[in-house]
């Protein structure tokens, strides 16, 4: 019976630290979109946020690198509501794979990356996908204005920035895969839900939510 209850009481603690984690990295992407946007002239172009249909922040890409590279990391997507007004709750992602490039040593990027229409929606919607396989992404742009929209920006379905030791600078995650994260879902909605459900079915965001979407709103409304 002792037994028993330890466990239990085992289980309750590492619940309680996970959720925690969930929402210390809401607060790590709402910081990240802060500082990343108030980069001036070297930021994600506002023209580029007000078309956008999703945007994805993972706060702290884990990226080790031996003979080839690894990348790993946990993050959120929201959604345009329906109606175009506001941005959806947002949904648990992770971001995992292998791709060349990287230097010995391991290193830690914000990304943040636009989903620019609903099909890149609707993959993003499904549980998992790679990026530069079923959907086209590229290096996004860089700037304020519209001359930063290049052919790539207006041809990809999603489109990737990189932070890393104060330096922003679109990049290419080509291989990557990205799926949804039901345990941080749980977590943060107490219950098990899909994105899908979360991003289209009206979900209220967590608490520790407010301030992200108050930040998206206030970079991305469309006139």
Do not use: H
């Not at 041809?155 to 990557?176: C, D, M, N, P, Q």
């Amino acid at each position: 019976m002792k037994l028993r209850l330890l466990a239990l009481l085992a289980l309750s603690a590492v619940a309680a630290t996970a959720a925690t984690e969930a929402e210390e990295r809401l607060t790590a992407a709402t910081e990240a979109l802060k500082e990343v946007m108030g980069i001036p002239d070297r930021t994600i172009p506002q023209e580029l946020l007000a078309k956008a249909e999703c945007m994805i922040i993972v706060p702290d890409l884990k990226k080790g690198a031996f003979i080839v590279g690894g990348q790993y990391g946990k993050g959120f997507a929201m959604c345009r509501n329906a109606n175009g007004v506001g941005w959806s709750a947002p949904g648990s992602v992770r971001i995992e794979g292998l791709s060349g490039g990287f230097q010995i040593g391991a290193t830690e990027s914000d990304i943040f990356m636009l989903v620019m229409n609903k099909k890149g929606m609707n993959r993003l919607l499904s549980t998992k996908f790679t990026l530069g396989g079923e959907v086209a992404a590229a290096a996004g742009p860089v700037g304020r204005t519209a001359q930063a929209e290049t052919d790539a920006a207006m041809t990809a379905e999603i489109l990737v920035w990189s932070r890393s030791r104060g330096l922003f600078a679109g990049i290419s995650l080509k291989g990557s895969t990205l799926r949804e994260d039901k345990t941080w879902n749980r977590e943060l909605y107490g219950k098990e839900l899909s994105n899908r459900d979360i991003i289209t079915k009206g979900m209220a965001a967590p608490k520790g939510a407010a301030e992200l979407l108050t930040e998206l709103n206030r970079y991305s409304s469309r006139k």
